[in-house]
Structures are given as structure tokens and as C-alpha cells.
T-cell receptor
Framework: EPEVTQTPSHQVTQMGQEVILRCVPI?????FYWYRQILGQKVEFLVS????????KSEIFDDQFSVERPDGSNFTLKIRSTKLEDSAMYFC?????????????FGPGTRLTVL | AQTVTQSQPEMSVQEAETVTLSCTYD???????LFWYKQPPSRQMILVIR??????QNATENRFSVNFQKAAKSFSLKISDSQLGDAAMYFC???????????FGAGTILRVKS
């Protein structure tokens, strides 16, 4: 069964450093998403991406965040200058379509620890 | 803005018994989708079941079923014949008809006792 994959599973970085989290969505999916979950808190939407552009973003997704689909398979989330409060689990998700048939399938997550 | 509320931070069930997890939501929209996701200790988010608001029939997936009450804006998950592998955090989520984002509740930890 196709699945969303994410790398790395755990990333440790120093405050102020740039990190790139990588995701490979399900191959025939067209819509891509990033969510984050700070430990012990609810899952929060960050951004959605379709046709090589952001279709929606949350207030959390400020100028220090960016997303990119550099090739036909990868979808990345970049955090330019990490802060302690960026420590969280980051989930990538993908869906085949929007509207009535959309179901988002999640990857296993990347645990980001900012020291 | 839509909100999702899960009022039970933690629930326990005996193996082979039935448990119901509660979820309520607030929206002014008439068409939307509701989901239950399971998050085991590995922290991966796994889709359990989905419900389209325009469908009156409650969704069912094997041992998992929902009680969708649109007027009451309630969407509970019933797990029958609970198994040890059902132990996890369960999140209720809402999505607008043509929106992108999922709005999650705070989650309910389900413990299964043998």
C-alpha cells in the first residue's frame, strides 16, 4: 500500500540554524500539507501546497518557513533560523484531490529538537 | 473559524469491551468532513474513519463506527471488541467542503486493559 515517507525521523539542531525536512508524498497525489505537533498539544496546520504554489497557510507559517517541491517526488519544509519553540513533531500529508474525495494521508513525522 | 472539542482527555476500556470517544465541533457550514485519526506511541497519524456531512448514514470500518449527529454537531467514535493494539491517542478532525486544512481536537488517550 502506498504511503507517505519522511526523512529524517529525528533532527537535532542548534538555535538559529536552518533545517530542511523532507517528505515523499504518495505518488499520484497532487495536494501536499505540513502540520506540526508540539509535545502534548494538538496537531496544527501549517501550509498546503498545490500546483507548485501555496494554497493556504496558517498564522504559524511566517517568513521563516518555506516549502518547495524541488522535483517530481519530494516536498520539503525549510525553517530558516530555528527557534527553541520550533521543537515539535512535523507531519507531512498528501491527498489525491480536494473537495469531496479528499482524504489526507500522513507520514510518520520528523521529530525536530532545537537546542 | 471552526473548532473541534474532545472533552475526554483520557479513557480506559477492558479488552474485548466497547468504548465511545466523544467529539463535538462548531461550524456555520453545511457541508464538511469529519475524521478520526489514531496516533499510537510511534506518533504516526493513521486514518481510522471518515464521515461526509451530507451522508445521513453513519460510517463503519470493521470494529470502528461513528455516531454522527449533524444537528447536535457531534461525532463520536465507537470501538467494539477493543484490542490491545487500539491503545493510542485518538484525534477528531474537521475539514471544510472545499478547504485544505484539517482542524484537530486536543485528542483522547485510550488505554486498553488486559
Amino acid at each position: 500500500e502506498p504511503e507517505v515517507t519522511q526523512t529524517p525521523s529525528h533532527q537535532v539542531t542548534q538555535m538559529g540554524q536552518e533545517v530542511i525536512l523532507r517528505c515523499v508524498p504518495i505518488s499520484n497525489h497532487l495536494y501536499f500539507y505540513w502540520y506540526r505537533q508540539i509535545l502534548g498539544q494538538k496537531v496544527e496546520f501549517l501550509v498546503s501546497f498545490y500546483n507548485n504554489e501555496i494554497s493556504e497557510k496558517s498564522e504559524i507559517f511566517d517568513d521563516q518557513f518555506s516549502v518547495e517541491r524541488p522535483d517530481g517526488s519530494n516536498f520539503t519544509l525549510k525553517i530558516r533560523s530555528t527557534k527553541l519553540e520550533d521543537s515539535a513533531m512535523y507531519f507531512c500529508a498528501s491527498s489525491a484531490a480536494r473537495g469531496r474525495v479528499q482524504t489526507q494521508y500522513f507520514g510518520p513525522g520528523t521529530r525536530l529538537t532545537v537546542l | 473559524a471552526q473548532t473541534v472539542t474532545q472533552s475526554q482527555p483520557e479513557m480506559s476500556v477492558q479488552e474485548a469491551e466497547t468504548v465511545t470517544l466523544s467529539c463535538t465541533y462548531d461550524t456555520s457550514e453545511s457541508d464538511y468532513y469529519l475524521f478520526w485519526y489514531k496516533q499510537p506511541p510511534s506518533r504516526q497519524m493513521i486514518l481510522v474513519i471518515r464521515q461526509e456531512a451530507y451522508k445521513q448514514q453513519n460510517a463503519t470500518e470493521n470494529r470502528f463506527s461513528v455516531n454522527f449527529q449533524k444537528a447536535a454537531k457531534s461525532f463520536s467514535l465507537k470501538i467494539s471488541d477493543s484490542q490491545l493494539g487500539d491503545a493510542a491517542m485518538y484525534f477528531c478532525a474537521y475539514r471544510s467542503e472545499y478547504g485544505n486544512k484539517l482542524v484537530f481536537g486536543a485528542g483522547t488517550i485510550l488505554r486498553v486493559k488486559s
